[in-house]
């Protein structure tokens, strides 16, 4: 057996099989993620990214190719065995709450997998735990803010102990605050456990700590490599709709205003490094 | 108005009360209902007062509390208690001024009518007051349990329930931002006649029904993905513990209902 958690082998999807005229969502796209890996799927509205993560997890099958996880392929009979071992999160936090507190919400998938009481009660303490939300147990979802119900979320994926998290669009409705939670959050688990996570996005700092990038375009695939190598070809994702972290922004503008920088920079961090080399060279 | 109200509100606390069996309450209240119609008489009637107080007593729920959040409730009272007092005819005339006439079975039918209703809804407010609406559910979900033979889907209406609980605040919210909306674009609500008032609903009503459409699309999704497949081979998170309080709760009540038959005239 392979390493490979997920692959998609020229797979084409469209909402309309019927029409002609009507592009597809996805087009022939082809990739494959290996355990253990950080990938980032960006691409702005209408990318097809939605359709991508729908696909991933046998919400939608493909009209031609083929899509197989954990080593089979995704069929109506494998489709639950699948799921079982892959997380979701999804963007908007208060429509995926299901329970009706934070406990009874990590516990549903449980639940829904017959998993014995015992049993649950431990993996949701455990859950509740990795994700730094035990105070919160008994917690009704209306009194937590965006970042802690997403927390929540991730805590009702982990319970299950998957292989693979999926985060779609997991953040992109928090406040920066809460955004920088769950981000927290994610490095933090994949630290601990080295979780394999797909996060869909369209903000590309979030992208730039993955260690994979593949970028989506108008259901193609554009571009796909390290976020250094992705960032490098900035013109291109400026011309796509996405912007680029704010620290490459700014090492770029720098530069045409003559200030000589030793690289490209990923985080504000590199970028305040070497502004302080550049100015004590100086 | 909306804060005082108590119907339907949950009280935490760590009485007896609440430390029991949501199936023992739901049962006990339905038994209750049907017993209070053994009362007859004046002792009976004390009886279940007596009863119903002492419960209120175990439930640490101050009485005050209680008598005014069910404020709406005792106008209803009155004015079922005065009709009773003017309409009945029968027995001795007690009071006569003029065009008011006051007979003693009217007087009698008024007071114990009274205190029925005061009983009924003292005990179903307590129910409410000790469990939290998810226990109600799932105390609902395991009596209703014995219905699954002839294909009542049980699980299903206590998912939607509990998920229509976990909702009221969401679409509450959702509720006051709408509103809040409209009022920037102008919208007058609460003021004019009636007809333009309930006319100024409608903006309000069809963007919540669209965000609630939208929700239950994503909340099914959500569901889905995390492996939810109906009732078959669920295991449950929340455990119900029949304790011996619960049983004595319903030994009580049996006790209740033979000291009310006795008592009857």
Redesign the interface.
């Known amino acids: 057996m392979n390493s490979n958690i997920l692959s998609f082998e020229n797979v084409t999807f469209t909402y309309a099989p019927e029409d002609e005229t009507v592009k597809p969502a996805v087009q022939d796209l082809s990739f494959s993620i290996q355990d253990g890996e950080w990938i980032a799927l960006v691409g702005h509205n209408g990318s097809g990214k939605s359709t991508i993560a729908k696909l991933m997890?046998g919400?939608l099958f493909p009209q031609t190719g083929k899509v197989s996880a954990m080593g089979r392929m995704m069929e109506e009979e494998s489709l639950?065995d699948i799921?079982?071992q892959m997380g979701?999160v999804?963007q908007?936090p208060?429509?995926?709450?299901?329970?009706?507190?934070v406990?009874?919400d990590v516990?549903?998938?449980?639940?829904?997998?017959?998993?014995?009481?015992k049993e649950?009660?431990l993996r949701?303490k455990e859950a509740l735990h990795q994700v730094k939300m035990e105070a919160y147990f008994d917690h009704?979802?209306?009194h937590l803010s965006g970042g802690q119900k997403q927390r929540v979320a991730i805590a009702?994926?982990l319970a299950?102990r998957p292989r693979l998290l999926i985060l779609d669009e997991a953040t992109s409705m928090l406040d920066p605050q809460g955004r920088m939670e769950v981000i927290e959050t994610i490095r933090e688990l994949r630290r601990a456990t080295g979780l394999t996570v797909i996060s869909i996005t369209h903000d590309l700092e979030e992208a730039a700590m993955a260690d994979r990038i593949l970028v989506m375009n108008a259901g193609h695939k554009q571009l796909e490599g390290t976020p250094e190598a992705v960032f490098l070809s900035g013109n291109q994702l400026t011309t796509m709709g996405l912007d680029l972290p704010f620290a490459m922004r700014m090492t770029h503008l720098l530069r045409e205003a003559g200030v000589e920088l030793e690289a490209e920079h990923m985080t504000e961090d590199e970028l305040v490094d070497d502004l302080w080399t550049y100015y004590s060279r100086k | 108005m909306m804060e005082k109200m108590i119907f339907g509100r949950f009280i935490p606390g760590n009485s007896i009360i609440h430390q029991m069996d949501p199936r023992a309450k739901i049962s006990f209240v339905f038994v209750f209902i049907a017993i209070v119609f053994i009362a007859n008489s004046a002792v009976t009637y004390g009886i279940l007062l007596g009863f119903t107080l002492l419960v209120v007593f175990l439930s640490k729920i101050r009485l005050y509390f209680l008598i005014n959040g069910l404020k709406p409730v005792f106008i209803l009272l009155i004015f079922t208690f005065f009709l009773h007092i003017f309409f009945t005819r029968e027995g001795d005339l007690l009071l006569d001024i003029g065009f008011i006439e006051i007979y003693e079975e009217g007087l009698r039918q008024g007071i114990f009518i009274s205190v029925r209703f005061l009983v009924l809804v003292f005990i179903t407010s307590i129910l409410t007051l000790t469990t939290s609406p998810i226990s109600i559910t799932d105390g609902i979900e395991v009596l209703l349990g014995p219905f699954k033979r002839v294909k009542l889907p049980v699980h299903e209406l206590a998912l939607m329930m509990s998920i229509s609980l976990r909702f009221i605040p969401t679409l509450m919210d959702e509720t006051g931002k709408i509103l809040k909306a409209q009022m920037a674009r102008g919208s007058d609500i609460g003021s004019g006649p009636m007809k333009e008032r309930i006319k100024a609903v409608v903006p309000l009503l069809i963007p919540l029904f669209v965000s609630a459409f939208k929700r239950a699309e994503d909340l099914a999704t959500a569901m889905e993905v995390r492996g939810y497949r109906g009732g078959e081979g669920r295991t449950r998170y929340r455990q119900l513990d029949w304790r011996f309080v619960d049983s004595l709760s319903l030994l009580v009540l049996a006790g209740l209902a033979g000291m009310l038959w006795y008592f009857r005239v």
Do not use: I, K
């Open positions: 997890n919400l639950w799921r079982s979701m999804f908007n208060d429509n995926q709450f299901v329970g009706a507190t406990q009874d516990a549903f998938a449980l639940e829904n997998n017959g998993v014995p009481h649950m009660v949701v009704e979802p209306h009702g994926a299950l």
